[in-house]
């Protein structure tokens, strides 16, 4: 483990999934030590508990998710916001409505550019729990997202003892992070919640090479803009990452409005191969770019978890 740069207190408070991966420091500006008690990212856990997701869930707030038309009666609609350069841009999220106030204002936003990580350590918090399982495409114009049918057992992921299950997944074209400066062509992200309403999103960077087998299942049915469309056979989910799981954890937000912070960021370092067909079917798909300009670091940890 390396420790690269000095950090301040605020930022290991915010880091509110899975504390204890992180220690705690009393007296701040060195990093304690990164536990490394847990098991290593594994493709799939022996069978175990696996929870159904509660039955009200917050999709709707999810990140990707499809904006809400302007109809609802007597409640508040946030304002509409864009990825175009004009008034409900990026830019200017954070005024477009009181709900958004932390696109603007937040310290801990995500996406980020990814450079040199502060710790790095060989052992996971992270365990993934995958499985095959149904999904439905849903295209809004401005994303392209799947989501789980119900199911006893739905993908999961563990992050130290908390199970997160897959909420859905969606993809940026061009990536939301950057690499050293640099974008992929097209970025997925699989939504995870905790039964205690934490989120942890796992992501992962695509460049062209052979056909992604996750892909192919997403593309099956061309969905156009607007429409919801159930994809006839069973996807697994881990087509979507690379063979090689080493990983960036930092603490983060929503990349689209309303930005909620406290989310629990996994970043693939490997990029995942798709074919520059299934690429361009799916950015073309959605209503130009679809990424965040990427945010300022501020004082937060990137850890990079080896294997
Ligand atoms: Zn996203």
Redesign the pocket.
């Known amino acids: 483990m390396v420790v690269r740069r000095l950090l301040l207190p605020v930022s290991l408070a915010a880091l509110c999934v899975a504390p204890a991966a992180f220690a705690q420091q009393a007296g701040g500006g060195q990093v304690a030590h990164v536990e490394s008690a847990s098991a290593p990212i594994v493709d799939s856990a022996p069978a175990g508990e696996s929870k159904q997701p509660a039955a009200v869930s917050k999709q709707e707030r999810l ?2 998710d499809m904006r809400r038309p302007h109809s609802s009666i007597g409640t508040h609609q946030p304002e509409h916001w864009s990825y175009h350069h004009d008034r409900t841009g990026p830019d200017r999220w954070g005024e477009l409505d009181p709900s958004y106030a932390v696109c603007g204002s937040g310290k801990n936003q995500s996406p980020v550019d990814l450079r040199e990580p502060d710790v790095r350590t060989r052992s996971s918090t992270v365990r993934l729990d995958y499985r095959p399982a149904r999904f439905s495409v849903k295209n809004s114009g401005m994303v392209v997202q799947a989501k789980p049918k119900d199911s006893p057992r739905l993908p999961a992921v563990k992050v130290g003892e908390r199970t997160f299950v897959l909420k859905q997944f ?1 993809f ?1 074209s061009p990536s ?1 992070h950057t690499f050293r400066g640099r974008h992929f062509p097209l970025e997925v ?1 699989l ?1 995870h919640e905790s039964e205690d309403d934490q989120y942890v ?1 796992l992501a992962a960077m695509f460049r062209p090479g052979p056909r992604n087998a996750a892909l192919d299942r997403v593309l099956s049915k061309r969905v156009k803009a607007g429409e919801t469309v159930d994809i006839d056979q069973a996807l697994h989910v881990r087509a979507l990452l690379p063979q090689q799981l080493a990983h960036y954890r930092l603490n983060g937000s929503l ?2 409005p309303p930005c909620s912070e406290g989310v629990n960021w996994v970043v693939f370092v490997k990029p995942v191969y798709a074919s520059r067909e299934q690429i361009e079917t799916l950015r073309h798909m959605v209503d130009g770019p679809n990424n965040r300009p990427v945010q300022p670091f501020n004082a937060r940890l990137l850890i990079e978890e080896t294997r």
């Open positions: 990140e990707g969606h940026h939301d992200h939504v999103v990349t689209t």
